[in-house]
């Protein structure tokens, strides 16, 4: 997920933003191309499961704009990820992300194959998430196939929304949705809101998700906190609350800890929580190669013997 929320409240805390690498520029066109590699050593919580290379993400990312003049830009997205094949469970890449554009300046509108504007929303920092990235990515749907999605700013405020098509007949059938993503920035304090409605499939139930989420920078540490509840389809709803606290060691060294909970209205379900740890060193000269480590120890009512989650990496963007 891209986590705009918290990476506009703690710019200089996280780690550095990539630049794009430009490989061609003239004529009123501009093309762009980043990378995001990660690679890391991981012995996961479940004890069937021993110490392996973990690849996390294997991303090659690749950007298009036209100059239309009068403040209007074309654009067009084209992303691939590797991990998969890296992992040996799919021959070759991986599409991740596929859409054209237009850009009005304070307002764009694109289609295609991208993330949804729900996938905006949370707070939670972990390396490998425990228990999902936040109520959106662990029971709804993140990104789509057949996708419309538009985004504004107004002054402070930045709204995006996204809605899928049902595709009924198409090999894309399926994960109809409808998002939206609100976000406002007020000095120190940067406040989030966020709503899917969704369908599995053309006969399924709706299932309904909303989140709110606050960030707050502090100066010395900045804390985050989302809090969501899912439907999920009718049945039991479940609550998820994700909390953070970001801060600097030193000038390279960033360190994020971290608390997240899943609420089952269920007596059946078994509510399970899990809090996290990691450690990020950039180098100095190059801000974007840095090396990580973390730390997760999960529970839940079931009394599930878990070990802990220990892993550690490098990573490369630009």
Known sequence: MKKLILAAAIAGITAGTAQAATVYEGKGLKYDIKGDWQVQLRDNASKTKDLEVEFDDLELKNRVQYDLGNGLTAFGQLDFGFKDAAESKQDGDSLEEAYLGLDFGSASVQVGKMDKAADDFGVEQAYESPLGEDIFDEFGTGSGDDVIRADASFGAVRVAASHELEAEGEDSEGNESSDIYVEAGFDALTLGAAYQTFKSTPTAKSTDIWGVSAVF?????????????????????????????????TKQIKIAVGYVEHDYDDAAANSEEAIYANLTYKFPEQKNVSMFAEITNRDDDANTDYELDVLAGMRIKF
């Open 217 to 249: 920078d502090a100066g010395f540490a900045t804390f985050g906190a989302d809090y969501g509840v899912s439907d999920q389809a009718g049945t039991s709803d479940v609550a998820m609350l994700d909390i953070v606290a970001t801060f600097k060691a």
